[in-house]
T-cell receptor
């Protein structure tokens, strides 16, 4: 099993550009989520999904869109990048309803917006 | 809203000493408390977790304790080694966890000096 795979690992964008961060998992997990990690701020939830076709907003959703057309994939879209979106982004998945549903995280995407 | 406070933000210990990281949570319905270790340049990795019906759980040199009445839980690492150096995050389920959302503390940077 590959677990949670994120691409790309690094990306530099110019202000106003758009891009999609990819996330795929092969564990048949219903739950997937996106976090951003900034110094001193910990992990903040952007969007999450409890199953294919279902998405919802987290703590910091502005400037980001998501969709969940399949169980395996949960892409994060930046429509018009801003310097404030410079961060490290992590995708995570889990299976709620099991006894211990700790997340499996991807290795992250480091995004710089100039 | 729900909140998880984590202390200390940085912790430095000598190799062989013990390290303790403490977290408090605000949601009395939280029932699942995982801990994550994040090494430099990597995604967080689940190291131990505990359910609300258990007061303590051990796995070799690490243990977690939970006090539901006081709404706090702690990570204990004994006989620390240089490879324990990392950032550690605590988390708590939001509500009973049926959807799968977790809220994270801001992290503790642990340094183990040889």
């Amino acid at each position: 099993n590959a677990g949670v795979t994120q691409t790309p690992k690094f990306q530099v964008l110019k202000t106003g550009q758009s891009m999609t961060l990819q996330c795929a998992q092969d564990m048949n997990h219903e739950y997937m989520s996106w976090y951003r990690q900034d110094p001193g701020m910990g992990l903040r939830l952007i969007h999450y999904s409890v199953g294919a076709g279902i998405t919802d907003q987290g703590e910091v959703p502005n400037g980001y869109n998501v969709s969940r057309s399949t169980t395996e994939d949960f892409p994060l879209r930046l429509l018009s990048a801003a310097p404030s979106q410079t961060s490290v982004y992590f995708c995570a998945s889990s299976r709620p309803g099991t006894v211990n549903y700790g997340y499996t995280f991807g290795s992250g995407t480091r995004l710089t917006v100039v | 809203g729900e909140n998880v406070e984590q202390h200390p933000s940085t912790l430095s210990v000598q190799e062989g000493d013990s390290a303790v990281i403490k977290c408090t949570y605000s949601d009395s319905a939280s029932n699942y408390f995982p801990w994550y270790k994040q090494e430099l340049g990597k995604g967080p990795q689940l190291i131990i977790d505990i359910r609300s019906n258990v007061g303590e759980k051990k796995d070799q040199r690490i243990a977690v304790t939970l006090n539901k009445t006081a709404k706090h839980f702690s990570l204990h690492i004994t006989e620390t080694q240089p490879e324990d150096s990392a950032v550690y995050f605590c988390a708590a389920s939001i509500g009973g966890g049926s959807q799968g959302n977790l809220i994270f503390g801001k992290g503790t940077k642990l340094s183990v000096k040889p």
